[in-house]
């Protein structure tokens, strides 16, 4: 082995690891929690294909939908 090869790092590094559900099983209450805490989570921004000429087009698309989110947001709480 060259050494320019041993002395490469790692481009990534896995913390923890997933233990798979058995198979067959229903997922727990746990796992089902979370599912629907996630499934709750809104991004405002339209569904579909978009297509922009320029990067500064998408990214006032972008900004345009985080800030409705916010208002959205900030009004619910009021």
């Known amino acids: 082995m060259s050494s ?3 002395d490469q790092q790692p481009i990534a590094r ?3 690891h997933r233990i798979a559900a058995p198979v067959g099983l229903p997922p727990g209450a746990a796992a089902r929690a979370a599912f ?6 809104r ?3 339209p569904k579909g294909v978009y ?3 320029s990067h500064e087009q998408m990214t006032a698309d972008r900004e ?4 409705d ?3 959205a947001v900030a ?3 009021a």
Request: hydrophobic residues 45%; charged residues 20%; aromatic residues 8%.
């Open 69 to 71: 989110a916010m208002v």
């Open 51 to 53: 297509r922009y000429a």
């Open 36 to 41: 629907g805490a996630m499934a709750q989570t």
């Open 14 to 16: 896995t913390v923890g």
């Open 64 to 67: 345009r939908w985080t800030v």
């Open 4 to 6: 320019s090869v041993k």
């Open 43 to 45: 991004t405002r921004a």
């Open 75 to 77: 009004r619910a709480r």
